[in-house]
């Protein structure tokens, strides 16, 4: 089994991210906003903040109280979306329960959506005319890219729905001319599509979920899975799934870290578009 490490990938990424934007002298800010004081969002903005300031990205972080209404922060996004200083905005989640995530985030300019997360840049993805893919789809089509692994003509089975990961990441791959099947929380029998993948992709977040029993041996396997159990992360496959696969991301080390690396080439590609 070969390892499939995002975490290799991203420092090539990274390095090559930094000659571009010192190259064409490109310059690109990025606003990221947060509500309230959420442990795990604090660790994620940290890397955002750290790797692309890394390349040469002016980040600023706009910290609002946790009891800002929404009607506050859709100001606070209309004004970015105005300000020629930024190339590219992000809405940290999770954000409070008083606050509707998705309608906010859509809000966003698709020119300046970071994310991939406004109708029209997913809508795009569906419309085989891709614009801005979100970061966590990009990143696994870059693993693949990057490993030459080709998925024109593969039979592959995507575990989840969201329009985070698994609903783009179907169509990007359909867009790739692979075979897809979209399974979910409500799908019967599992293992009847698994069985057979020549790629499984699981983005559920359920520890155990692909057993060896589902997938062939030979398999590729794509773990989006990040579950903390007795204090360690695992993804969504066992390790005697995993050691059935010819190759097979880690958690952590897989697909993880590129989602960082495609924030900071999203914000390439959005400020290249400007021109």
Known sequence: ??????????????????????????????????????????TYIRNKLKYTEEVGIESNLIKLPEKTKEAELIKVIEELNKDKKVTGIILQSPTPDHIDFTKC??????????????????????????KIIPCTVKGILKLFDSYNIPVAGKDIVVIGRSNIVGRPLADALINRNATVTICHSKTKNLE???????????A?????LVTKEMVKRGFIGIDVGINMVDGKLVGDFTKEAGEKASYMTPVPGGVGPMTIAMIIDNLIELKEKEK
């Open 1 to 42: 089994m070969k390892v499939i490490s995002g975490t290799k990938v991203r420092k090539e990424l990274l390095e090559k991210y930094r000659e571009t934007i010192q190259k064409k002298k490109l310059k690109i800010g990025l606003a990221i906003i947060q509500l309230g004081d959420n442990e795990a969002s604090n």
């Open 105 to 130: 985030a859509r809000l966003i300019d698709p020119k300046k959506d970071v994310d991939g997360f406004s109708e029209e840049n997913l809508f795009s993805i569906r419309d085989n005319n891709e």
């Open 192 to 202: 009847k599509y698994t069985k057979h993948a020549d790629i499984v992709v699981s």
């Open 204 to 208: 559920v977040g359920k520890p155990n």
